[in-house]
């Protein structure tokens, strides 16, 4: 018997109930504000760090944690037309 895949910490972790649907964006980002309590909102206002920075595993790692968390929180259709996005920040 195959042992269970876990999934790394933060993904698949849902930040809201509120599914951001092209009606509620007001709503939705008000909720999406959690980034700041996560300490991860700078995640959608900073440049990335230089791909040659010893930062930037880490930050590549956190930034795809955070997309990751605000996919789970739009609405397919939605979710499905940013798929091409590199950074939280573009998204």
């Known amino acids: 018997m195959a042992a269970p895949s876990v999934a790394p910490p933060g993904i698949g972790v849902s ?3 509120v599914k951001f649907n092209n009606e509620n964006f007001v709503l939705w980002s008000r909720v999406v504000k959690y980034l700041t309590a ?12 230089a791909s040659e920075s010893k930062d930037y595993s880490k930050w590549l790692q956190e930034d795809t944690m955070v997309t990751t968390w605000l996919w789970n929180s739009m609405d397919l259709s939605i979710a499905a037309t940013t798929m091409w996005v590199q950074t939280t920040k573009e998204l």
């Open 15 to 17: 930040i809201t109930i």
């Open 38 to 49: 996560k300490g991860k909102y700078n995640y959608l206002t900073d440049e990335p760090p």
